[in-house]
């Protein structure tokens, strides 16, 4: 089994706040987020470009609504692999990975190998993601399903302050 690890710059104060305040709005201009943390422009800007190059940034994206794309249910699914071997869990990635109703997969400890976050339009979709799909991947045996009835919270942001 192999696990990706990305070394972690070290982050002072300053970094901290700028990846706090880019969660909050990714939009925000380079002026604004200057001023807000204490900086002139230019030094503002290279502390971003570092923290994106080193990977600390991963990204700018739009929240969109599930339901405005047709994919208003959650489903978590606990999937049970047959073997534990390095292959085995390279072709259940391999295969993963190309199902767009898949939003997360996770190896995981447990009772089970992976938990799979899935958005589909409604419940005839799940069936068929579940019985013509995921149960047809490498290596799966047996999965548990999760309906979600209500979203209490979802959040991709992570506190950066210390």
């Known amino acids: 089994m192999r696990i990706q690890r990305t070394p972690v710059a070290v982050l002072d104060k300053l970094d901290r706040h700028i990846l706090d305040l880019l969660q909050r709005d990714g939009r925000m201009s380079m002026t604004e987020l200057a001023e807000s943390v204490g900086l002139t422009v230019t030094p503002c800007i290279e502390r971003v470009k570092r923290l994106e190059r080193d990977g600390v940034i991963m ?3 739009a929240r969109v609504s599930p339901q405005a794309l047709d994919a208003g249910l959650l489903v978590f699914v ?21 199902i767009p109703q898949v939003q ?28 013509d799909i995921l ?24 506190t950066a302050q210390q």
């Open 59 to 61: 990204g700018y994206h």
């Open 78 to 98: 606990e999937v049970s692999m047959s073997s534990k071997s390095d292959r085995s869990f390279d072709d259940f990635r391999r295969e993963i990975l190309c």
């Open 104 to 131: 997360e997969c996770h190896l995981v400890s447990g009772d089970f190998d992976y938990l799979v976050k899935a958005r589909i339009k409604e419940i005839s979709q799940y069936r068929s993601l579940l019985g």
């Open 135 to 158: 149960l047809r991947l490498p290596g799966v045996t047996q999965t548990k399903s999760c309906v979600v009835m209500e979203e209490v919270k979802e959040t991709l942001f992570i």
